[in-house]
């Protein structure tokens, strides 16, 4: 905490850190399922198949997220955000259990504001990852299928990265960074 408090404090945060969340669905006695996003500045910053999204109306939640919650003020914009996160957040590597859009807003609030993603958010999928893939598709109906572009992910590699930048401004991405247009699929 006082890591987090430190951060926010040092310099001039001014740009201000929302979490938006949707209750996707319950598994009684389990977990809950929640799609979030992450907002600086009310613009949303959110991943799904096609990569790092980012627009002012809250697209990946059909617009009314069922939560949106003021956490308070980083130093780093959502250019900084998208520049520092994009090369852990590819097209194409987006897997419903182990890299989701869950996923990348622990790592977006840890680079934004030193703290992670409340363990509620993500409860269903640390259940998918400990279980077998046949339960898996049994639970899903044969629906999931993991990616294996993202078998080597972790949320604790991509945070040991994005320490490692510091204070550093990470170096802008090639092309487009930022896709102003909906998601394919919801995360």
């Known amino acids: 905490e006082d890591e987090q408090d430190a951060f926010t404090e040092r310099g001039l945060a001014t740009n201000k850190v929302e979490l938006a969340c949707s209750e996707l669905f319950s598994v009684p006695g389990i977990a809950t399922a929640y799609h ?8 949303e910053f959110f991943f799904s198949d096609s990569g790092i999204f980012s627009d002012r109306a809250l697209t990946s939640h059909q617009g009314k997220p069922s939560e949106r919650v003021e956490l308070g003020y ?4 959502g250019t ?3 520049r520092a996160l ?3 957040f590819r097209p194409g590597t987006y897997d419903l259990v182990r890299k989701n ?24 999928e640390r259940v998918g990852q400990r279980v077998s893939l046949d339960m898996l598709n049994r639970f899903t109906k044969g629906m999931y299928q993991p990616n294996q572009a993202a078998s080597d992910f972790t949320t604790d590699d991509v945070i040991a990265a ?3 930048l510091g204070d550093q401004e990470p170096p802008p991405a090639g092309g ?4 102003a ?3 394919l699929t919801l995360g």
Do not use: I, W
């Not at 609030?109 to 958010?121: F, I, S, V």
């Open 181 to 183: 247009r909906a998601a």
């Open 86 to 88: 994009q090369p852990h």
């Open 80 to 82: 900084q955000l998208l």
């Open 36 to 43: 979030t996003s992450v907002l600086v500045n009310g613009e």
């Open 74 to 77: 980083s130093r780093r914009t």
């Open 176 to 179: 487009g960074m930022s896709h």
């Open 101 to 124: 859009c869950n996923s990348f807003s622990d790592c977006a609030l840890h680079y934004l504001m030193r703290r992670r993603l409340d363990g509620k958010y993500s409860a269903l």
């Open 162 to 164: 994005l320490d490692k």
